[in-house]
């Protein structure tokens, strides 16, 4: 089955809202085994939404349009699906009901009963979380569905209702396996799996390059998803015995939960102390929630009385090699490690520009230093390119990573 995306909004086209819902759509579809040819953007305007549908199934089997299902006069994707079809627009005694629930007994507004006005004869996809429900049509060996704009409406509506139905439409299972990958390059991942990815067939292993990883994709077709799992099985051993520890994880693992996973489960505890990331590296950990168990504590240290007067590093260190320097990244550690009690101390220092770097200290040049207790502080060089915030951005994934790394070889020694 070959699918197209349709946003309908004049909102998308002016930018006021990015289309995350194409987004979401095609890699839902895509774990069904439906390609996606196409995403689409058209404005509330019958004669081009129209036209768009015309566009999209000459040459798709389906076509998903997210948008204008609501109560209001530029709501029009009902209307314009259901004269593309040539079906009449009636009541849907349910919806209204529904409608009305979702109102608890005030007045409803003039324009409510739009609602639960729908194309005769089409398949109705409950709205749980609003008031316009979702609809499927099916005619002449073409499938449109319509689901809401919001994607608090259109992403649990399409898993719930529209999913089961398009499952049923689909003869193999089509599972993905993502592998996450941090300290190596997209084309330093293709070299060492070049011959994988030249022999592939099914499983199919595709990389996809990100600012500071790369994901690897496996997806197997399978009668069943038990026996697509089986295929992928081996190839993704055989991958992890490659590349080992740059895998940190997979499909949504995040590295800031891993860590944190790590720490709880060896009763450490962690503080931060940060420079040129300036909170990006603590906000990492604290977006998880419950991470105040083994999180004590962050703090940016910018300035050099700063570095003195928290972490109580010695004014003589930072004259002798200057506060971008593996000397200062180890006392940060240290020094965030001693004045909070916590087991670990993790540090950024650099030049994340535009101004500031001179031949001998680039922009683009950070340190890391790492203190666990009982154990030598380590030191990390990270040489990299890019804008402010990528610099930054990178410089937190390196931190994490290298505690990453040195919790796993804790853990391995026990």
């Excluded at 050099?304 to 007067?309: D, E, L, M, R, S």
């Amino acid at each position: 089955m070959v699918a197209e995306i349709l946003g309908v909004g004049t909102e998308l086209l002016l930018g006021d809202i990015a289309n995350t819902n194409a987004q979401f759509m095609s890699k839902v579809l895509a774990g069904l085994g439906i390609s996606v040819y196409g995403h689409t953007a058209v404005g509330d305007n019958a004669a081009r939404l129209t036209a768009a549908l015309e566009y999209a199934f000459g040459k798709a089997d389906m076509v998903v349009a997210c948008g204008g299902l609501g109560p209001t006069q530029d709501d029009i994707t009902k209307e314009v699906s259901a004269a593309y079809f040539g079906k009449e627009m009636v009541l849907h005694e349910p919806s209204w009901q529904a409608v009305q629930r979702r109102f608890g007994g005030r007045v409803l507004p003039e324009n409510a009963v739009r609602n639960a006005m729908v194309p005769a004869g089409s398949i109705i996809l409950p709205n749980n979380h609003g008031s316009a429900p979702g609809i499927c049509i099916e005619e002449n060996g073409k499938i449109l569905i319509l689901l809401p704009g919001p994607p608090s409406e259109l992403e649990p509506m399409f898993m719930e209702y529209a999913v089961p139905f398009l499952r049923k439409k689909t003869v193999l299972a089509f599972i993905s396996r993502t592998l996450k990958i941090v300290g190596l390059g997209e084309s330093r991942v293709e070299t060492i799996l070049q011959d994988l990815i030249a022999a592939q067939t099914n499983p199919t292993i595709a990389p996809y390059a990100k600012l500071t990883e790369v994901a690897l994709r496996i997806t197997a077709a399978a009668p069943t998803d038990e026996a697509a799992h089986e295929l992928i099985a081996p190839v993704a051993t055989e991958i992890y015995q490659r590349i080992g520890p740059h895998i940190y994880g997979e499909d949504n693992d995040s590295m800031a939960k891993i860590i944190l996973d790590s720490l709880e489960k060896s009763g450490q505890t962690l503080a931060i102390a940060e420079s040129c990331t300036g909170g990006l590296l603590t906000s990492a950990f604290v977006d998880i929630p419950g991470s105040s168990k083994n999180l004590l504590e962050g703090v940016v240290t910018y300035s050099n009385n700063a570095k003195t007067a928290r972490l109580g590093i010695d004014e003589d260190l930072l004259r002798t090699h200057g506060a971008v320097s593996p000397q200062v990244a180890a006392a940060m550690a240290e020094g965030i490690a001693k004045t909070s009690g916590a087991a670990i101390g993790i540090s950024t220092t650099g030049i994340a520009g535009p101004d500031g770097g001179t031949d001998e200290k680039p922009i683009g040049l950070v340190y890391i230093g790492l203190h666990i207790a009982g154990k030598p502080t380590q030191t990390k060089e990270l040489r990299t390119i890019g804008g402010r915030n990528e610099i930054r951005i990178r410089a937190v994934v390196s931190a994490m990573d290298m505690l990453r790394l040195a919790m796993e070889e804790q853990q391995s020694a026990l």
